[in-house]
């Protein structure tokens, strides 16, 4: 599943289904910043449980 963020109420992750449908219905421009948004995003996460970790190291 991939997520666009966290929500207590409820999970707003998508599947990888929705992920091909949502893309499908993208123009070339629209999905090329989605595309950069996506991997931006994967980015931070990946910096942010590198931080986390790291953090819990150090104590």
């Given at each position: 599943?991939?997520?666009f963020g966290k929500s207590k109420e409820?999970?707003?992750r998508l599947t990888e289904k929705q992920m091909q449908e949502l893309a499908k219905?993208?123009?070339k421009q629209e999905?090329?910043?989605f595309d950069k948004?996506?991997?931006q995003a994967k980015s931070d996460?990946?910096?942010d449980?590198?931080?986390m970790a790291e953090?819990?190291?150090d104590n």
């Open positions: 599943m991939l997520g409820y999970d707003v219905n993208m123009t999905r090329k910043e948004r996506q991997k996460r990946e910096w449980a590198l931080m953090l819990f190291l």
